[in-house]
């Protein structure tokens, strides 16, 4: 199976381009599955139902989320409700949400026969981060519970230093399909299948503005690191691009055969 794996959507920029670029993606690569970061989706700071909707709407199955997850206030709703949408797995047990889901392939017209489930699983790293619980032994226990399920199983790795990207993914090697990271919102060049089957990559970089700094307007950013002052950030224009990376998994074993980086800009 196939499936897209799309970086941190950012604002109603990085919602169109999911609208207007994810058909021509899927038809060129076949795909059968989409997993998006959403956590920038509602005017560059966390999600909304309504961009949730939007998101879903233009085909994304399922949406993975990380430290921005708590900027709009309607995303206990989301977290109550939404299956299809996961929050970091390692914040303490009593908070709303999920951070695995196993779902149904819903697309036809691959080669599979027959029923096909695909995990995904979300997690934060805690190097320049935020607190959180260790993700490394929580995703090693959430993925031997998600394998009695399915063997194809995605993570979203939501961390700052590449190094705990490297490490955690390494760490999980054999046990899941493909770690993918998100958060830096730059993509970078190291895409690779790692020995015993999982495919990596340290960034899939974000979706939205790159006429920008991370997505957002140039100006406000440099006066806050000349100054110090507090700047409001708003999301950029121009330049907008969708990135991404398609991998291929193999259906019985789980393994990653092929992992690709997606840059795409909006025509
Ligand atoms: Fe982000
Ligand atoms: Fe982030």
């Known amino acids: 199976m196939k499936l897209l794996f799309i970086g941190d959507i950012v604002g109603q920029p990085g919602r169109r381009a999911v609208k207007e670029l994810l058909p021509k993606l899927r038809k060129q690569h076949a795909l059968d599955f989409v997993i998006a970061n959403g956590e920038n989706s509602a005017g560059g700071s966390g999600i909304t139902p309504k961009t949730a909707v939007e998101i879903f709407s233009a085909g994304v199955d399922v949406i993975t989320s990380g430290d921005h997850l708590w900027d ?157 002052m507090p700047q409001r950030f708003e999301v950029a224009k121009d330049r907008v691009f969708l990135n991404g990376a398609v991998i291929e998994i193999d259906d019985a074993s789980g393994k990653a055969v092929k992992i690709q980086r997606v840059s795409e800009a909006i025509p």
Do not use: C, W
């Open 72 to 228: 709009q206030k309607e995303v206990m709703e989301l977290l109550a409700n939404e299956k299809r949408f996961l929050r970091p797995l390692n914040y303490p047990p009593e908070t709303p949400g999920h951070g695995s889901g196993v779902f149904e392939v819903q697309n036809p017209g691959s080669k599979i026969q027959g029923p096909l489930s695909v995990a995904v699983m979300n997690a934060q790293g805690r190097t320049f981060m935020p607190p959180l619980e260790n993700p490394f032994l929580l995703a090693l226990d959430e993925a031997k519970r998600l394998r009695e399920r399915t063997k194809i199983i995605f993570v979203d790795f939501h961390a700052e230093a590449t190094s705990e990207k490297i490490a955690f993914a390494r760490f999980l090697d054999g046990q899941v399909s493909a770690v993918v990271g998100t958060h830096t919102h730059v993509q970078t060049a190291d895409e690779q299948i790692f020995p015993g089957g999982t495919a990596y990559l340290s960034d899939a970089g974000f979706t939205g503005p790159h006429e920008s700094v991370l997505g957002r307007e140039i100006e406000p950013v440099i006066k806050r690191f000349l100054t110090g």
